[in-house]
C-alpha cells in the first residue's frame, strides 16, 4: 500500500474563490480517491478518478490525475464557508488504503 | 439506509485497564476497516477485514490491538492495558468490494481517552 501526500497542509481563502490541493504518490496506481473530513466526524467520500482518467467532474469539484507525474489535484471553485474541511487523497493500489494527513482547508466568510 | 455506525462515540478509560470499540458496517458491505487518527493528525491503517479472507493485521502497532470479525458483519477492536498514548479517534469504514475500487464509507468514530 502507499500513502499520498497532500499539499499544502493548510489553505486559507476567502468566500467565492477557488482551492487548489495536490496530492502526489509514489507507485503505479489503480485509482484516486479524494475524501472530506468536517471537524469531529468520519471521512466523506468525494470523488474516484481511475488510473486511465485525466479529469473528472462533479458539482463545483474538479480532479485531475497525471500518472506519468504521479499527482493528482483536487480544485474546489466558488468556495463556500462549508467547504472549510481536511481533504484527503487516497492512491488505490492494494487491498487497503492509506491517508496522508491531509490539507486542512479555511474557507472565510 | 444506515451508514455505518460505531459505538460508543466517546470512551474515558484509566491507563491499564481494557476497552472494546464496535463497528456495524453497511449491511452487504463485505470489507472493514479499523484507523486510527491522532489529534489534526492523518489516519493510520490499523486492520482491514474482506468476507472470509484472513484479515491484514498488518497495521496493529503492538499485541495489545486485536480486532475481529463476526459472521462478516460487526466488528470489534480491542485494546488491552491501555496505555495514554492509544488516546485517539478510532474510525471504522466499510466499502462494497476492494478499498481500490470501491469508496470507503466511514462512521464517526469512537474518542478514546485514557487517563
Known amino acids: 500500500s502507499q500513502q499520498g501526500e497532500e499539499d499544502p497542509q493548510a489553505l486559507s481563502i476567502q468566500e467565492g474563490e477557488n482551492a487548489t490541493m495536490n496530492c502526489s504518490y509514489k507507485?503505479?496506481?489503480?485509482?484516486l480517491q479524494w475524501y472530506r473530513q468536517n471537524s469531529g466526524r468520519g471521512l466523506v467520500h468525494l470523488i474516484l478518478?481511475?488510473?486511465?482518467?485525466r479529469e473528472k467532474h462533479s458539482g463545483r469539484l474538479r480532479v485531475t490525475l497525471d500518472t506519468s507525474k504521479k499527482s493528482s489535484s483536487l480544485l474546489i471553485t466558488a468556495s463556500r464557508a462549508a467547504d472549510t474541511a481536511s481533504y484527503f487523497c487516497?492512491?488505490?493500489?492494494?487491498?487497503?488504503?492509506?491517508f496522508g494527513s491531509g490539507t486542512q482547508l479555511t474557507v472565510l466568510p | 439506509g444506515a451508514g455505518v455506525s460505531q459505538s460508543p462515540s466517546n470512551k474515558v478509560t484509566e491507563k491499564g485497564k481494557d476497552v472494546e470499540l464496535r463497528c456495524d458496517p453497511i449491511?452487504?458491505?463485505?470489507?472493514l476497516y479499523w484507523y486510527r487518527q491522532s489529534l489534526g493528525q492523518g489516519l493510520e491503517f490499523l486492520i482491514y477485514?474482506?468476507?472470509?479472507?484472513?484479515?491484514?493485521k498488518s497495521g496493529l502497532p503492538s499485541d495489545r490491538f486485536s480486532a475481529e470479525r463476526t459472521g462478516g458483519s460487526v466488528s470489534t477492536l480491542t485494546i488491552q492495558r491501555t496505555q495514554q498514548e492509544d488516546s485517539a479517534v478510532y474510525l471504522c469504514?466499510?466499502?462494497?468490494?476492494?478499498?481500490?475500487?470501491?469508496?470507503?464509507?466511514f462512521g464517526n468514530g469512537t474518542r478514546l481517552t485514557v487517563t
Open positions: 469504514a466499510s466499502s462494497l468490494g476492494q478499498s481500490y475500487n470501491s469508496p470507503l464509507h
Open positions: 507507485t503505479s496506481i489503480n485509482n
Open positions: 478518478i481511475r488510473s486511465n482518467e
Open positions: 487516497a492512491p488505490g493500489s492494494a487491498r487497503q488504503l492509506t
Open positions: 449491511s452487504g458491505h463485505t470489507a
Open positions: 477485514f474482506q468476507g472470509n479472507s484472513a484479515p491484514d
